[in-house]
């Protein structure tokens, strides 16, 4: 590493910082809970993150991003751990953003997720799918289930990650984690090999496009455990989005194949708490009879009601969790309310 980069990284651990980003002309930028933060340094120039990428990236991995312009990487560093660095270009000079992917996994009461998604971990296939946007915190629930199962069964988790941003020890399961341009070329490839390795759990980083997807839902229909994340706002929007990538005769042997294979769908937000930290939002389904049924027929607008009957087997709506979050003073009421399914219903519910 650089000297002005060592000392940035020292910098974000002090003040526990989730990304540090490195734009050509304003000073580095921390984001602490959520806000971007100005760093009390110069202006980042062109010439410096030129020299970062020289000491961070290997022959290859610069001839990808001579190449492609962009490249996403994990490097570890004693200062903060493992670091995902993403690199990209703009007007001619490179730039960089680092997420900071902690030294531990945290539990499920730190995470403050929902206690079922303990009961999902558990189970033996199936496709399991984490959603939400950029920033929302999938990769860290998925990291939960997969140390959740790492714990509690003797199997093999093979992951494929583009790039690996917690490295797992091997506990009561063996995992194998893979990472995208560094042991395989895609994920795509990745995940038809996968099925050779004789793996109990497969962890796919992201579904990016229909071969994944397809791969994952015959992964997760002929035994295998399947989690996977996804970027979309709701669990009916993650299944909309699923089907939508496939036409025809192709796209109704998906709906079969969802239908069948799906054990769980969790959305998630991370909004500004009141503490001044960040405090997740979360919306959960658990696929039963009916809900299996309303995806075979296409009736998706019947989720929600299906999610509100389903409490008892612990399903959850966001707008029920945000009131949750609201009434006992995680949140404030405006932050819930903009982050509501339906903000009207929630309104007359908080009046």
């Known amino acids: 590493m650089t000297p002005k980069l060592d000392r940035l990284l020292a910098l974000v651990a002090a003040e526990k910082a989730s990304d540090l980003h490195l734009i050509v002309g304003v000073p580095p930028s921390l984001r602490i809970n959520g806000d971007i933060i100005f760093a009390d340094d110069d202006a980042v120039?062109?010439?410096?993150?030129?020299?970062?990428?020289?000491?961070?990236?290997?022959?290859?991995?610069?001839?990808?991003?001579?190449?492609?312009?962009?490249?996403?990487?994990?490097?570890?560093?004693?200062?903060?751990?493992r670091m995902r660095i993403t690199l990209?270009?703009?007007?001619?000079?490179?730039?960089?953003?680092?997420?900071?992917?902690?030294r531990r996994v945290f539990s499920r009461e730190e995470l403050g997720l929902p206690a079922k998604i303990d009961d999902l971990a558990r189970r033996r296939n199936g496709l399991i799918l984490v959603t939400g946007p950029t920033g929302a915190g999938k990769t860290t629930t998925l990291n939960y289930l997969v140390d959740s199962i790492n714990r509690e069964r003797r199997c093999k988790i093979v992951t494929i990650e583009d790039p690996i941003e917690f490295v797992h020890e091997n506990n009561l399961a063996i995992i194998?984690?893979?990472?995208?341009?560094?042991?395989?070329?895609?994920?795509?490839?990745?995940?038809?090999?996968?099925?050779?390795?004789?793996?109990?759990?497969?962890?796919?980083?992201?579904?990016?496009?229909?071969?994944?997807?397809?791969?994952?839902?015959?992964?997760?229909?002929?035994?295998?455990l399947v989690l996977a994340t996804l970027h979309s706002p709701s669990t009916g929007q993650a299944i909309e989005?699923?089907?939508?990538?496939?036409?025809?005769?192709?796209?109704?042997?998906?709906?079969?194949?969802?239908?069948?294979?799906?054990?769980?769908?969790?959305?998630?937000?991370?909004?500004?708490?009141?503490?001044?930290?960040?405090?997740?939002?979360?919306?959960?389904?658990?696929?039963?009879?009916?809900?299996?049924?309303?995806?075979?027929?296409?009736?998706?607008?019947?989720?929600d009601n299906c999610l509100q009957t389903g409490t008892r087997e612990g399903?959850?709506?966001?707008?029920?969790?945000?009131?949750?979050?609201?009434?006992?003073?995680?949140?404030?009421?405006?932050?819930a309310l903009s982050r509501a399914r339906h903000p009207d219903h929630f309104s007359k519910r908080n009046a």
């Not at 969802?258 to 389904?285: F, H, K, W």
């Not at 399903?315 to 932050?335: E, I, N, P, S």
């Open 45 to 81: 120039a062109a010439h410096e993150t030129r020299g970062i990428l020289d000491v961070l990236l290997n022959d290859a991995q610069r001839a990808a991003f001579d190449r492609d312009w962009e490249l996403c990487i994990s490097v570890h560093h004693e200062a903060v751990g």
């Open 88 to 102: 990209y270009r703009r007007n001619g000079a490179p730039e960089i953003s680092i997420r900071f992917c902690g």
């Open 176 to 224: 194998v984690q893979q990472e995208v341009l560094t042991d395989t070329h895609s994920f795509g490839r990745a995940l038809i090999h996968a099925l050779r390795q004789d793996p109990d759990v497969i962890v796919v980083g992201e579904m990016r496009d229909h071969h994944a997807i397809a791969t994952a839902l015959t992964a997760a229909e002929t035994g295998h």
């Open 241 to 303: 989005r699923i089907i939508g990538t496939f036409e025809g005769n192709a796209q109704r042997q998906v709906v079969m194949q969802l239908a069948n294979s799906l054990q769980g769908i969790i959305s998630q937000e991370l909004l500004p708490s009141l503490d001044g930290g960040r405090v997740l939002a979360s919306e959960l389904l658990i696929a039963n009879g009916a809900i299996r049924n309303i995806i075979r027929e296409n009736q998706l607008h019947q989720l």
């Open 315 to 335: 399903m959850q709506l966001m707008d029920a969790c945000l009131h949750t979050l609201y009434t006992r003073c995680k949140v404030t009421f405006d932050v």
